[in-house]
């Protein structure tokens, strides 16, 4: 625990005014999961709290009938629908602390393969159920919970056959948006030219909301380890007065892989990093690898570290889009070639910059087909920290210092990569 602490409260210090109450909120709720927080006001008042809380649930049943229940502390207005390939049922409503008593009450049962649960937005929250095989609602009711005043949702599947599911898929289709946010749908374009004076570097810090990403043995979560190291490494590399850099999130909050894209693209970056510290089935896999964009896979690693990235829409109950494999067509095109070429580049650079100074995988510089990294006319790596699913690398990357340090080693390398350019 004490490491998750050190990590919490160095994010604090060093973050801006307008995300220490949103990281301190993440602090409580690590710390106790029982105490009722906003996780935007930082509202702490148990009597009155900001949002819902969903204290306890459980997943029982077979495979032809199973029943799914969530206990909430108030009556809310909640919506649900079915997702193909892979078939999913999402639970859609306000914005929900979940903050079960026991989270084994959510394991696999039935026909419900997983649960995940987290926010989407500011104002919105799903439960996404994985499902085994197709099925259909026959219950879903919030009914009020004896002399407790709370209220209890309950969801009954029964067993269906493909095309009674797929019927009810292309039925409640219409009524829920396929990929992401609205506004990202025309973002994909560039936006006309216009004078910057400066270098505008973006940091896509994975994960977030209900999509936490990869898990460290001390409960650390990948997408509060992203966010804080993103923090710092925006520290460093605005150090230079040469550089504006934006982040893709300030907060804990869900953003769908094109609306990444969208990001950059809508910000005219001269340079987009990606920040992850994912989880391998090999335990002894540990060091810092930076990737970019390739048809191919370099290695096997690299393929399945892609292969999971690239879910993350899937994992907070969203439509696989295929929109960005237009981009990767456009891979075949000059001004692609011209992008690859410098992100490789720059991949190298921060690779020279951290040698002997962090622990680095063999053979640190891979490629795969990362979806965020498909922005065609930006350079893009995706910077592996390490590995979560390796004790040392978890222990080191919630230090801050550690974190501080590589900041720094990358914001020299950023430094070196526009040496003797001028911005736009």
């Given at each position: 625990?004490?490491?998750?602490?050190?990590?919490?409260?160095?994010?604090?210090?060093?973050?801006?005014?307008?995300?220490?109450?949103?990281?301190?909120?993440?602090?409580?709720?690590?710390?106790?999961?029982?105490?009722?927080?906003?996780?935007?006001?930082?509202?702490?008042?148990p009597e009155?709290?900001?949002?819902?809380?969903?204290?306890?649930?459980?997943?029982?049943?077979?495979?032809?009938?199973?029943?799914?229940?969530?206990?909430?502390?108030?009556?809310?207005?909640?919506?649900?629908?079915?997702?193909?390939?892979?078939?999913?049922?999402?639970?859609?409503?306000?914005?929900?602390?979940?903050?079960?008593?026991?989270?084994?009450?959510?394991?696999?049962?039935?026909?419900?393969?997983?649960?995940?649960?987290?926010?989407?937005?500011?104002?919105?929250?799903?439960?996404?159920?994985?499902?085994?095989?197709?099925?259909?609602?026959?219950?879903?009711?919030?009914?009020?919970?004896?002399?407790?005043?709370?209220?209890?949702?309950?969801?009954?599947?029964?067993?269906?056959?493909?095309?009674?599911?797929a019927?009810a898929?292309?039925?409640?289709?219409?009524?829920?948006?396929?990929?992401?946010?609205?506004?990202?749908?025309?973002?994909?374009?560039?936006?006309?030219?216009?004078?910057?004076?400066?270098?505008?570097i973006?940091?896509?810090?994975?994960h977030?909301?209900?999509?936490?990403?990869?898990?460290?043995?001390?409960?650390?979560?990948?997408?509060?380890?992203?966010?804080?190291?993103?923090?710092?490494?925006?520290?460093?590399?605005?150090?230079?007065?040469?550089?504006?850099?934006?982040?893709?999130?300030?907060?804990?909050?869900?953003?769908?892989?094109?609306?990444?894209?969208?990001?950059?693209?809508?910000?005219?970056?001269?340079?987009?990093i990606?920040?992850?510290?994912?989880?391998?089935?090999?335990?002894?896999?540990?060091?810092a690898?930076v990737?970019?964009?390739?048809?191919?896979?370099?290695?096997?690693?690299?393929?399945?570290?892609?292969?999971?990235?690239?879910?993350?829409?899937?994992?907070?109950?969203?439509?696989?889009?295929?929109?960005?494999?237009?981009?990767?067509?456009?891979?075949?095109?000059?001004?692609?070639?011209?992008?690859?070429?410098?992100?490789?580049?720059?991949?190298?650079?921060?690779?020279?910059?951290?040698?002997?100074?962090?622990?680095?995988?063999?053979?640190?510089?891979?490629?795969?087909?990362?979806?965020?990294?498909?922005?065609?006319e930006?350079?893009?790596?995706?910077?592996?920290?390490?590995?979560?699913?390796?004790?040392?690398?978890?222990?080191?990357?919630?230090?801050?210092?550690?974190?501080?340090?590589?900041?720094?080693?990358?914001?020299?390398?950023?430094?070196?990569?526009?040496?003797?350019?001028?911005?736009?």
């Amino acid at each position: 625990m004490g490491s998750i602490w050190r990590f919490i409260f160095a994010s604090v210090i060093r973050a801006k005014a307008h995300t220490v109450r949103s990281i301190l909120a993440a602090a409580i709720l690590i710390v106790s999961p029982a105490t009722v927080v906003c996780a935007e006001t930082g509202e702490t008042d148990p009597e009155n709290p900001v949002y819902a809380v969903a204290y306890a649930g459980r997943i029982a049943g077979d495979a032809t009938a199973t029943r799914v229940f969530v206990d909430f502390d108030r009556k809310l207005d909640l919506d649900h629908f079915f997702m193909d390939n892979p078939g999913r049922m999402v639970i859609e409503g306000p914005a929900v602390l979940f903050r079960f008593a026991d989270v084994r009450g959510l394991a696999a049962a039935g026909l419900v393969k997983s649960a995940r649960y987290g926010t989407m937005s500011a104002d919105r929250s799903r439960i996404v159920l994985t499902l085994s095989g197709p099925v259909a609602v026959t219950r879903f009711e919030t009914v009020e919970i004896e002399a407790d005043r709370k209220y209890r949702l309950v969801v009954d599947l029964a067993a269906a056959t493909p095309e009674e599911f797929a019927k009810a898929v292309a039925e409640q289709e219409r009524n829920h948006a396929r990929n992401g946010e609205a506004e990202a749908r025309n973002d994909l374009a560039r936006p006309p030219a216009g004078a910057k004076g400066r270098f505008t570097i973006v940091i896509d810090p994975g994960h977030g909301g209900i999509d936490t990403g990869a898990t460290g043995a001390t409960g650390v979560s990948e997408k509060e380890l992203t966010l804080a190291f993103a923090l710092q490494l925006r520290d460093a590399i605005s150090m230079e007065s040469l550089f504006e850099v934006k982040l893709t999130r300030e907060e804990d909050i869900f953003l769908a892989l094109n609306e990444r894209i969208a990001f950059s693209r809508r910000n005219r970056a001269d340079l987009t990093i990606a920040v992850h510290a994912d989880s391998v089935r090999q335990n002894f896999v540990r060091g810092a690898t930076v990737y970019t964009l390739s048809r191919t896979a370099s290695d096997g690693l690299a393929a399945e570290l892609a292969h999971s990235e690239n879910l993350s829409d899937i994992v907070a109950g969203l439509e696989f889009d295929s929109r960005d494999d237009a981009v990767g067509d456009i891979l075949a095109d000059l001004t692609a070639r011209e992008t690859s070429a410098f992100s490789r580049q720059f991949a190298g650079t921060v690779i020279e910059q951290l040698g002997g100074k962090v622990a680095l995988i063999k053979n640190p510089r891979r490629s795969a087909a990362f979806r965020v990294l498909k922005t065609a006319e930006v350079p893009a790596i995706l910077l592996e920290l390490g590995y979560l699913s390796n004790a040392e690398d978890e222990k080191l990357m919630t230090d801050p210092v550690w974190q501080k340090m590589i900041a720094n080693e990358v914001a020299t390398a950023v430094r070196r990569f526009f040496e003797g350019r001028i911005p736009d």
